[in-house]
Nanobody, 123 residues
Framework: QVQLVESGGGLVQAGGSLRLSCACS????????MGWFRRAPGKEREHVAS????????VYADSVKGRVTISRDNAKNMVYLQMDDLTPEDTGVYYC????????????????WGQGTKVTVDS
């Protein structure tokens, strides 16, 4: 059973940066596509970024392009989300997700999810 544990959330001023981390255990990390979703207060969960599309490279939501970078370290079973130039609209709970198929991951129907880490951006 794959387990995902996020960390790195917190309170940050607008314009600041945060680096979220997701530790994966219980499975063969390298076979999974990895992604991040977020749920803003009162809104639906939305895709933020995913990594390991064989044809396109990392995929980002339009709202975060140019400000966010997803990366993974297969040696450490970790995936990261570097977020820069944060705005109050980035506030929400950020979830790490894993799936063996990239389309499923990006659709938000990944097999595995973490509990989330909360990000609050203060204006």
């Amino acid at each position: 059973q794959v387990q995902l544990v996020e960390s790195g959330g917190g309170l940050v001023q607008a314009g600041g940066s945060l680096r979220l981390s997701c530790a994966c255990s219980g499975g063969t990390f390298s076979v999974y596509h990895m992604g991040w979703f977020r749920r803003a207060p009162g809104k639906e969960r939305e895709h933020v970024a995913s990594v390991d599309d064989p044809d396109k490279g990392p995929v980002y939501a339009d709202s975060v392009k140019g400000r966010v970078t997803i990366s993974r370290d297969n040696a450490k079973n970790m995936v990261y989300l570097q977020m820069d130039d944060l705005t109050p609209e980035d506030t929400g709970v950020y979830y790490c997700t894993a799936d063996r198929t990239f389309p499923s991951l990006v659709r938000g129907t990944g097999d595995y999810w973490g509990q989330g880490t909360k990000v609050t951006v203060d204006s």
